[in-house]
């Protein structure tokens, strides 16, 4: 049997870890008053398409199409969702919800891209996500910027630098675009096949380039802020003074520009040297014209951010974390007249809380282990002599220590462990 490529099974410690980042940031989510959001993995390819840009590396070769089994009336193909931006605005048109902004959302779940797999890079990944719509102000990005660490100071991690830029207006990027096209037509011959091809379909993502050949021309291209308009220099200038007021370090990155059209103004990443080529766990900015991409007649402010669940994992494998005390118990007859009463118990501390596994599998040895191997540190031993005295043996796997509890304080015994 094989696993697909470029995907993973979250068994055990990697599936605990995987929960606690996501419910940790859910927990700051709900802080921040976002509310929880979830839209389906097939989305039609259209609402990408539209929004992601026609030279987007995902539009052009990392969707995943779906055969078609010809009982859609809609004709068009379907997808497995490669981001979560575009099906937020979706789902915020179809639910009439964009006539009430703003609207706050958060959401978590697999996403798909045919990528070339490597250490936190999957085709199969889990993001986790904001969007927040409806605000003009650069305190939208303020906002959302600041959950972002509060979400990732509290899981521990550390070393983190925001990167940020602008993309300004739409007359800015024009004017930019302009700039970019008359330098890199100079040096045409020396950029890479695909960045000549970015030349003629969207000069911008050529800055986004990962090749080695580009990145010595990138260093000399002409800078984004040097054909910003007024208004935009200024919203840019007002963001980067409330950041440093609120002590939020960052860094100007006058080439980020994001892998996606519908970005304008503000693009950040949050990075991390300690993840060597794959430094980028979270990514966003401000997408005011997505509305209109997908068929709106007028923009709405929107910013946003999804940070890739698989790549926070790797820094906090190695990590003790601080999850609940949750301790699990075995509930052991020793024979099979005592199986009806042990179980019977199990039920009962399930009710009140407690992780309870029920093994009557076996010798009492064979229980002994198969207990220690479903992760119960302690065994509930119900044999003949305990249903006499109405009491049960606690032992604990690791010290090997036992002693006996009435029925009465069980719960409460437990509970203290």
């Known amino acids: 049997m094989l696993l697909v490529r470029g995907t993973h099974d979250l068994i055990h410690k990697s599936a605990q870890?995987?929960?606690?980042?996501?419910?940790?940031?859910?927990?700051?989510?709900?802080?921040?008053?976002?509310?929880?959001?979830?839209?389906?993995?097939?989305?039609?390819?259209?609402?990408?398409?539209?929004?992601?840009?026609?030279?987007?590396?995902?539009?052009?070769?990392?969707?995943?199409?779906?055969?078609?089994?010809?009982?859609?009336?809609?004709?068009?193909?379907?997808?497995?969702?490669?981001?979560?931006?575009?099906?937020?605005?979706?789902?915020?048109?179809?639910?009439?919800?964009?006539?009430?902004?703003?609207?706050?959302?958060?959401?978590?779940?697999?996403?798909?891209?045919?990528?070339?797999?490597?250490?936190?890079?999957?085709?199969?990944?889990?993001?986790?996500?904001?969007?927040?719509?409806?605000?003009?102000?650069?305190?939208?990005e303020i906002d959302v910027i600041s959950l972002a660490f509060d979400i990732l100071n509290g899981l521990g991690i550390s070393n983190l630098t925001l990167e940020i830029n602008t993309l300004g207006d739409k007359?800015?990027?024009?004017?930019?675009?302009?700039?970019?096209?008359?330098?890199?037509?100079?040096?045409?011959?020396?950029?890479?096949?695909?960045?000549?091809?970015?030349?003629?379909?969207?000069?911008?993502?050529?800055?986004?380039?990962?090749?080695?050949?580009?990145?010595?021309?990138?260093?000399?291209?002409?800078?984004?802020?040097?054909?910003?308009?007024?208004?935009?220099?200024?919203?840019?200038?007002?963001?980067?003074?409330?950041?440093?007021?609120?002590?939020?370090?960052?860094?100007?990155?006058?080439?980020?520009?994001?892998?996606?059209?519908?970005?304008?103004?503000?693009?950040?990443?949050?990075?991390?040297?300690d993840l060597g080529a794959q430094s980028t766990l979270l990514a966003g900015g401000r997408y005011d014209s997505l509305a209109t991409l997908m068929g709106n007649s007028t923009d709405i402010p929107a910013v946003g951010w999804a940070a890739g669940i698989e790549r926070l994992a790797l820094l906090l494998e190695d990590t003790t974390l601080s999850l609940p005390n949750q301790r699990q118990f075995a509930l052991i007859p020793l024979s099979e007249e005592q199986d009806r009463e042990a179980f019977s118990w199990a039920q009962k501390l399930r009710q009140e809380g407690l992780i309870v596994h029920f093994v009557s599998d076996g010798k009492i040895a064979q229980k002994f282990k198969a207990a220690a191997k479903l992760g119960a540190q302690y065994g509930l031993v119900l044999g003949d002599e305990e249903v006499k005295t109405k009491t049960f043996t606690l032992k604990n796997f690791e010290t090997g220590d036992q002693q006996q509890i009435s029925q009465n304080a069980l719960t409460t015994t437990l509970k203290s462990l």
């Not at 859609?72 to 997808?79: L, N």
């Not at 970015?198 to 050529?206: E, V, Y």
């Open 17 to 140: 870890v995987h929960r606690y980042i996501t419910e940790y940031a859910r927990t700051w989510a709900h802080r921040y008053g976002f509310s929880d959001v979830s839209t389906p993995l097939l989305e039609y390819e259209g609402i990408f398409s539209r929004s992601l840009g026609e030279t987007s590396d995902i539009i052009r070769k990392e969707m995943f199409v779906l055969e078609q089994k010809g009982d859609d009336p809609h004709k068009e193909s379907i997808i497995l969702r490669p981001e979560g931006t575009a099906p937020i605005m979706r789902a915020l048109f179809m639910n009439g919800l964009h006539q009430t902004l703003p609207q706050k959302f958060f959401y978590e779940g697999p996403m798909f891209r045919y990528d070339r797999p490597q250490k936190g890079r999957q085709r199969q990944f889990h993001q986790f996500g904001i969007e927040l719509l409806g605000i003009k102000s650069s305190w939208a």
């Open 171 to 273: 007359e800015s990027r024009e004017a930019y675009k302009s700039a970019l096209v008359d330098y890199f037509q100079d040096v045409k011959e020396c950029l890479s096949l695909e960045s000549q091809e970015r030349l003629l379909k969207n000069p911008l993502r050529i800055l986004d380039s990962k090749s080695a050949q580009d990145k010595k021309l990138i260093e000399d291209a002409p800078v984004f802020r040097n054909y910003l308009n007024t208004f935009s220099e200024n919203y840019f200038e007002t963001l980067l003074k409330n950041l440093g007021h609120l002590d939020i370090p960052f860094k100007i990155n006058p080439h980020l520009v994001r892998g996606l059209d519908y970005y304008s103004h503000t693009v950040f990443e949050i990075t991390t040297p």
